[in-house]
């Protein structure tokens, strides 16, 4: 078998959180359609997959640390180490008609357009809403 030619992973648990992750984005769409997506995704075996909140999108930030632009990194055990943008099931509140995303490139939080397309990675596991995530105690 060839070592560059390896499958990677359909999921990864995070041992932090305890939340389990698509790998794999399937690309850019609109908040809506991302919404329905990840109501329809049957993925590993499991259904019960959706778009994950904004915290649950920030856990996976390393808020102790920063880069040298001082921007927080992406956490080490993190497999997908991309710095694309990603959509939150998270509404602003003060705009129902965006809702914010995370831009993995500089660790922004911004809220845009839910018109507008980002990519998107579900989650799955306790729902840990956008009303202050704490990670699982290990």
Same mark, same amino acid.
């Given at each position: 078998?060839?070592?560059?030619?390896?499958?990677?992973?359909?999921?990864?648990?995070?041992? $932090?959180?305890?939340? $389990?992750?698509?790998?794999?984005?399937?690309? $850019?769409?609109s908040?809506? $359609?991302? *919404?329905?997506?990840?109501? =329809?995704? =049957?993925?590993?075996?499991?259904?019960?997959?959706r778009?994950?909140?904004?915290?649950?999108?920030?856990?996976?930030?390393?808020?102790?640390?920063?880069?040298?632009?001082?921007?927080?990194?992406?956490?080490?055990?993190?497999?997908?180490?991309?710095? #694309?943008? %990603?959509?939150?099931?998270?509404?602003?509140?003060?705009?129902?008609?965006?809702?914010? *995303?995370?831009?993995?490139?500089?660790?922004y939080? #911004?809220? %845009? %357009?839910?018109?507008? @397309?980002?990519?998107?990675?579900?989650?799955?596991?306790e729902?840990?809403?956008?009303?202050? @995530?704490?990670?699982?105690? =290990?």
């Amino acid at each position: 078998m060839d070592p560059n030619n390896q499958q990677k992973p359909r999921t990864w648990k995070d041992p $932090e959180t305890g939340l $389990e992750w698509q790998y794999k984005s399937p690309g $850019e769409m609109s908040w809506h $359609e991302a *919404i329905e997506y990840s109501a =329809a995704l =049957a993925l590993a075996g499991k259904d019960d997959w959706r778009l994950p909140s904004l915290s649950e999108l920030e856990s996976l930030l390393d808020r102790t640390a920063s880069r040298p632009d001082g921007r927080p990194p992406v956490r080490n055990e993190v497999p997908f180490r991309d710095r #694309l943008a %990603y959509w939150s099931s998270t509404t602003f509140e003060e705009d129902t008609q965006t809702a914010w *995303i995370v831009m993995f490139d500089g660790a922004y939080v #911004l809220s %845009y %357009y839910k018109s507008n @397309f980002y990519h998107v990675r579900c989650v799955r596991g306790e729902n840990h809403g956008a009303a202050g @995530f704490q990670p699982k105690e =290990a």
